[in-house]
Nanobody, 119 residues
Framework: QVQLVESGGGLVQAGGSLRLSCAAS????????MGWYRQAPGKLRELVAT???????NYAGSVEGRFTISRDNAKNTVNLQMNSLKPEDTAVYFC?????????????WGQGTQVTVSS
């Protein structure tokens, strides 16, 4: 079981920056993949960025070069640094943790944090 709590969302002007943090209730060293997803009104939830336990990262094309995901195993947090924000980045951002087992995977979600980018 993993509880995830996001923080750091808010209102920012286009071109600005925000840093999201996701605090996990347990040691994240053994969590296979942690990531950030987002969901805009009327749209499906989409992947933003993921990071593996081996620190391999993956980004959506729309945020590549602007967002950076990182994990701090000592603090059990995963962060998302968002620069050069655009109005289309407006969404609720969710933290995700995935634990892989031999026959199945378990996925956990935070409650989400709102990011609003004004033009």
């Amino acid at each position: 079981q993993v509880q995830l709590v996001e923080s750091g969302g808010g209102l920012v002007q286009a071109g600005g920056s925000l840093r999201l943090s996701c605090a996990a209730s347990r040691n994240i060293f053994s969590i296979n993949v942690m990531g950030w997803y987002r969901q805009a009104p009327g749209k499906l939830r989409e992947l933003v960025a993921t990071i593996t336990s081996g620190d391999s990262t993956n980004y959506a094309g729309s945020v590549e070069g602007r967002f950076t995901i990182s994990r701090d195993n000592a603090k059990n947090t995963v962060n998302l640094q968002m620069n050069s924000l655009k109005p289309e980045d407006t969404a609720v951002y969710f933290c995700n943790a995935r634990l892989d087992r031999s026959a199945y995977s378990m996925s956990y979600w935070g409650q989400g944090t709102q990011v609003t980018v004004s033009s």
